[in-house]
């Protein structure tokens, strides 16, 4: 199982990225996706989760903002950013917690990670 982010990179205040994730593998269902970001010298933070029936949750500092989206026939989450801030600068990480074929649990599985710099 792997979950590959794409759509980082540079952006000035103000703009916008988006950044996908699919996963792919063996994968008999997937629970929530998510999106977290770590800062340097800060801890990893969720910024935004959906469940698989499409709820979706923020953290306040960028409710309004980010907007999260998931296509589970494709089994990707899609995190739309808009009105981007400098302290948006992070490594932006996907989450996803799935159910392999042949296992009974779900487990959480990271992509790699996509670096997004925001500058002022």
């Known amino acids: 199982v792997q979950l590959q982010a794409s759509g980082g990179g540079l952006v000035q205040a103000g703009g916008s990225l988006r950044l996908s994730c699919a996963a792919s593998g063996s994968i008999f269902s997937i629970n929530d996706m998510g999106w977290y970001r770590q800062a340097p010298g800060k801890q990893r933070e969720l910024v935004a989760g959906i469940t698989s029936g499409g709820s979706a949750n923020y953290a306040d500092v960028v409710k309004g903002r980010f907007s999260i989206s998931r296509d589970n026939a494709k089994k990707t989450v899609n995190l739309r950013m808009n009105s981007l801030k400098p302290e948006d600068t992070a490594v932006y990480y996907c989450?996803?917690?799935?159910?392999?074929?042949?296992?009974?649990?779900?487990?959480?599985?990271w992509g790699q990670g996509t670096l997004v710099t925001v500058s002022s």
């Open positions: 989450s996803a917690s799935l159910r392999e074929y042949g296992s009974t649990w779900y487990d959480d599985y």
